[in-house]
């Protein structure tokens, strides 16, 4: 019986370790462990087209900057639920040496 004793604490433990483990595991999340279900719950959604390029960064100040392939600049202040939101400033590239854009 005195040997039997340390291996019935060894095996309680590892099974107390895996079954906390299992629940670590899906503490953070939601039930089915589908991290998209998350963000099909927030309160709003603003979309920002593909074609405006990628994400720069962003401040109080300027707002959130996109860049796009052509070296555009577009800034956004503004957020609006389920709508894009409209353009605050574009900072077009231009052909070297000129100074109109529309060029």
């Given at each position: 019986m005195k040997q039997l004793w340390p291996k019935l604490v060894v095996v309680a433990l590892a099974l107390l370790g895996v079954g906390s483990a299992k629940i670590n595991s899906t503490a953070g999340g939601p039930p089915n462990g589908n991290k998209s279900q998350l963000d099909s719950d927030a309160q709003?959604?603003?979309?920002v087209p593909r074609s405006w390029?990628?994400?720069r960064g962003g401040s109080s100040q300027s707002g959130l900057a996109f860049e796009a392939s052509d070296g555009t600049l577009r800034f956004i202040t503004n957020l609006p639920c389920g709508a894009v939101p409209v353009i605050a400033l574009e900072v077009r590239r231009t052909a070297s040496g000129s100074g109109n854009p529309m060029e």
């Open positions: 709003c959604v603003s979309a390029g990628l994400y």
